[in-house]
């Protein structure tokens, strides 16, 4: 059969979600877990790589499997067997045509960033940090130059493994809470580093250094050299992909409650 999960994890000791030697990554732990409960090795696929220090709060993988166990199982025993920083959220039974990545309509990220002169303590490693005061208005104008498909080479990491640097941006909403400002994101799928070099073009606009129609001419340079560098991955959120309703998976991640309130 195959199974899908629901995983929620903190970032911070993991370096990213891939596999790697060391063993210290969000997979190895995950499988490491789930081989453990089924007694035999199973391999994920997930919907989206994370980085180092990149949180999610529904990252959806799938599994193929001969082990028969209810949905309720697959989230209870692996969470008995996992770290206290990640857990299994939800278990479904699916098809075998679902594909956690090929089938996702979109893909959803929230950044939250603290504005402070101090840094952050209590929120070390759940948010970003700027100490300039930043300006609402002008991120809002910058947004509307990326919204659109759109080649987006000056946002992509130098070692991005993707086949083409053309991708849909449906949305990016702005909103602030106090001193905590979340920015959330929504897109077909997502170059290496792309949320993180926006991120640093959008702080640059906002914090005054350059004004909004600068946006437009880092995306047109097609060139990372004419971007702003890029931000900290603290503070950033996998919220998880969209499927169709027909999938019956879980849309909404009740973690997303634990952030700071949502953008109208």
Same mark, same amino acid.
């Given at each position: 059969?195959?199974?899908? +999960? ?28 789930? /081989? ?52 299994? #959220? ?23 960033? !603290? #504005? ?5 303590? +209590? ?22 130059? %990326? +919204? ?5 080479? /000056? ?35 997502? %170059? ?10 959008? !702080? ?12 437009? #001419?880092? %995306? ?35 973690? %997303? ?8």
């Amino acid at each position: 059969m195959r199974v899908a +999960l629901g995983v929620s994890y903190n970032g911070l000791r993991y370096h990213g979600w891939q596999s790697q030697p060391s063993g210290q990554t969000v997979q190895d732990t995950l499988e490491k877990a789930l /081989s453990q409960f089924a007694n035999q090795r199973i391999s994920t696929l997930c919907a989206g790589r994370t980085d180092t220090g990149v949180h999610a709060l529904a990252q959806v993988v799938h599994f193929d499997t001969d082990v028969d166990r209810t949905e309720q199982a697959w989230v209870r025993g692996p969470n008995a067997l996992l770290p206290h920083d990640m857990a299994v #959220q939800w278990a479904r039974i699916v098809p075998a045509s679902f594909h956690c990545r090929a089938s996702a309509l979109t893909r959803r990220y929230v950044y939250v960033v !603290l #504005q402070s002169p101090v840094r952050p303590s +209590l929120d070390d490693g759940r948010v970003g940090w700027v100490f300039s005061q930043l300006a609402l208005a002008p991120m809002q104008e910058a947004v509307a130059h %990326l +919204l659109g498909e759109h080649d987006f080479t /000056s946002f992509r990491a130098s070692a991005c493994q993707a086949l083409s640097p053309i991708k849909r941006l449906e949305r990016i909403d702005i909103c602030r809470h106090g001193a905590y400002w979340r920015f959330e994101f929504e897109a077909n799928a997502f %170059l290496h580093h792309m949320i993180r070099n926006i991120m640093g073009c959008l !702080l640059a606009v906002g914090d005054g250094r350059h004004p909004p129609q600068w946006v437009a #001419q880092v %995306l047109a340079a097609r060139d990372r050299e004419a971007a702003a560098p890029t931000f900290s991955p603290h503070g950033l959120y996998f919220v998880g992909p969209r499927y169709d309703a027909h999938w019956g998976l879980p849309d909404q991640p009740v973690l %997303l409650d634990g952030l700071p309130g949502a953008c109208a």
